[in-house]
T-cell receptor
């Protein structure tokens, strides 16, 4: 069965520091990959997605992610954290093929300290 | 466009009561889904629909019913509320199943006493 693993349910960084949120997936074929962000008391919104074009994907708010097939990873990074980045981040996979429902990771809560 | 709208924002029910959570989208999306979000459990798919008149179960469908009579609307019915259904419910829509962004509503926070 397909699965998504987000390493670290809580990540804390200082303002201005590098943000690295990890996501690994299991899939026998190259999937579609997504990162969503959820700000407090809001719905989810798309940060970025990988759909088999460039392996380095740039998203909104300065975030980017790199698809590494050999490592089955799609880690999210941002060079310099801002206080407004504090949120819950979800990685999701849409496996290629007939069954295309999104498979979600459990989420990583990012805290940004002043 | 209003996007995906959900009503109500908050609801408190007593055990055994029934209610309908409303979801509507104005983007002419084929695919709509309902999720519940619980602490430490991420998002779990309750039911989904790939078009008007077509619905299917997700991973946690028990205690919930859905219907899709129009492209725009996808209500979620709780038949007999239980405390285990206390959660935040999100509706989402997307143009098709694979590779397309899912657009989320703002959520309904439900408490069952």
């Amino acid at each position: 069965a397909q699965s998504v693993t987000q390493l670290g349910s809580h990540v804390s960084v200082s303002e201005g520091a590098l943000v690295l949120l990890r996501c690994n997936y299991s899939s026998s074929v190259p999937p579609y990959l997504f990162w969503y962000v959820q700000y407090p008391n809001q719905g989810l919104q798309l940060l970025l997605k990988y759909t088999s074009a460039a392996t380095l994907v740039k998203g909104i708010n300065g975030f980017e992610a790199e698809f590494k097939k050999s490592e089955t990873s799609f880690h999210l990074t941002k060079p310099s954290a801002h206080m407004s980045d504090a949120a819950e981040y979800f990685c999701a996979v849409s496996p290629a093929g007939n069954n295309r429902k999104l498979i979600w990771g459990l989420g990583t809560s990012l805290a940004v300290n002043p | 466009n209003a996007g995906v709208t959900q009503t109500p924002k908050f609801q408190v029910l007593k055990t055994g009561q029934s209610m309908t959570l409303q979801c509507a989208q104005d983007m002419n999306h084929e695919y709509m889904s309902w999720y519940r979000q619980d602490p430490g459990m991420g998002l779990r798919l309750i039911h989904y629909s790939v078009g008007a008149g077509i619905t299917d179960q997700g991973e946690v469908p028990n205690g919930y019913n859905v219907s899709r009579s129009t492209t725009e609307d996808f209500p979620l019915r709780l038949l007999s509320a239980a405390p285990s259904q206390t959660s935040v419910y999100f509706c989402a829509s997307s143009p098709r199943l694979a590779g397309d962004e899912q657009f989320f509503g703002p959520g309904t926070r439900l408490t069952v006493l």
